[in-house]
């Protein structure tokens, strides 16, 4: 019924920055919440940051100062700005969306940041 595909993952420096995009298609409720989660070897997944329909972000502690949630429900679509990027932030990251009945991954993007 839906399909979230991930864009914007790659290798950055430390210190650099990422936007990453999410394109959400099918069967879009009106109210919703969106986010990005992600997971790296050996440590459990982690919700990095989510953001409700009537615009109301949350963020991880690890996120917060640093990354910036935002949507555009018209395009069905979430991102993720992330500045001041660490090492530490290596992980697979993966679009999310939850609504009534349903909770949906995407396929996830590798993002490696390392000098």
């Known amino acids: 019924q839906v399909q979230l595909v991930e864009s914007g993952g790659g290798l950055v420096q430390p210190g650099g920055s990422l936007r990453l995009s999410c394109a959400a298609s099918?069967?879009?409720?009106?109210?919703?919440?969106m986010g990005w989660s992600r997971q790296a070897p050996g440590k459990q997944r982690e919700l990095v940051a989510r953001i409700h329909s009537d615009g109301s972000p949350s963020y991880a502690d690890s996120a917060k100062g640093r990354f910036t949630i935002s949507r555009d429900s018209a395009k069905n679509a979430v991102y993720l700005q992330m500045n001041s990027l660490k090492p530490e932030d290596t992980a697979v990251y993966y679009c999310?969306?939850?609504?009534?009945?349903?909770?949906?991954w995407g396929q996830g993007t590798q993002i490696t940041v390392s000098s």
């Open positions: 099918g069967s879009i409720f009106s109210i919703n919440i």
């Open positions: 999310n969306l939850w609504q009534p009945g349903h909770d949906y």
